[in-house]
């Protein structure tokens, strides 16, 4: 996800989640959410087109007859893996140089590679209406190394950070779009997340599925 819509992203994950007022701070205690996303998505200014596996371990903090939630805005949980298989970027400059030239940027990895990441969000299972809504936010705390090309450099390396969101929706709006809970112990679906409202059109359509099962 490019900075200026990362940015949002983690300010809205911090502002408007939805934490229940029941959730107790009990990392470990209460079992976690542990498991997989197979994710691929894309995003629009500058274009980015990407594919990763995610695999977390979400500490329950609060449980109840009703429900489970874990929520983790603090960085409470241990840190996430993001194995990433793709991520192609492409930008083209609204304006023209001195020279004229509207300078094209294209970068894409230099290998498959695996690195730690930060995870911020809320897990929510309404026990009594059967559903469940979750949101994640994930940037890599170590750097991914790119091969790129520019109209004015013909090939050179970078290292940049990567991360995207995850879950049944943005930030704050991940309660609109609930899925059917079959069973609390196991989370697994397909499911493609739509955050270009919470973005400003940035982000396009993130096509997951996941499988997460619930210690304890």
């Not at 230099?110 to 911020?120: K, R, S, T």
């Not at 190394?145 to 969101?165: H, L, M, V, W």
Request: charged content about 20%; overall charge positive; aromatic content about 8%.
């Amino acid at each position: 996800m490019n900075s200026k819509a990362l940015a949002a992203v983690l300010a809205a994950a911090v502002s408007c989640l939805v934490i229940p007022a029941h959730a107790q701070k009990g990392a470990g205690k209460l079992g976690a959410y542990a498991g997989t996303f197979e994710v691929s998505g894309t995003e629009r200014d500058p274009k980015v087109a990407y594919k990763a596996t995610v695999k977390v371990n979400l500490p329950v903090t609060g449980r109840s007859a009703n429900a489970i939630d874990a929520d983790f805005l603090g960085g409470e949980a241990p840190p996430a893996t993001i194995k990433v298989t793709q991520w192609d970027y492409f930008h083209r400059e609204k304006s023209a140089d001195s020279s004229g030239t509207f300078v094209e940027t294209k970068c894409w990895l230099a290998g498959p590679v695996e690195v730690p990441a930060l995870v911020i969000g809320v897990v929510n299972v309404d026990l009594r209406k059967k559903i469940y809504s979750m949101s994640l936010t994930l940037q890599s705390v170590k750097e991914v190394p790119f091969e790129c090309s520019s109209t004015r450099q013909k090939s050179y390396r970078k290292n940049q950070g990567i991360g995207f969101a995850l879950g049944t929706g943005a930030p704050g709006m991940q309660a609109e779009s609930p899925l059917p809970l079959a069973d609390p112990a196991r989370l697994a679906a397909k499911f493609t997340m739509d955050a270009s409202r919470q973005s400003g059109g940035q982000v396009g359509p993130v096509f997951q599925e996941w499988d997460l099962r619930l210690s304890q």
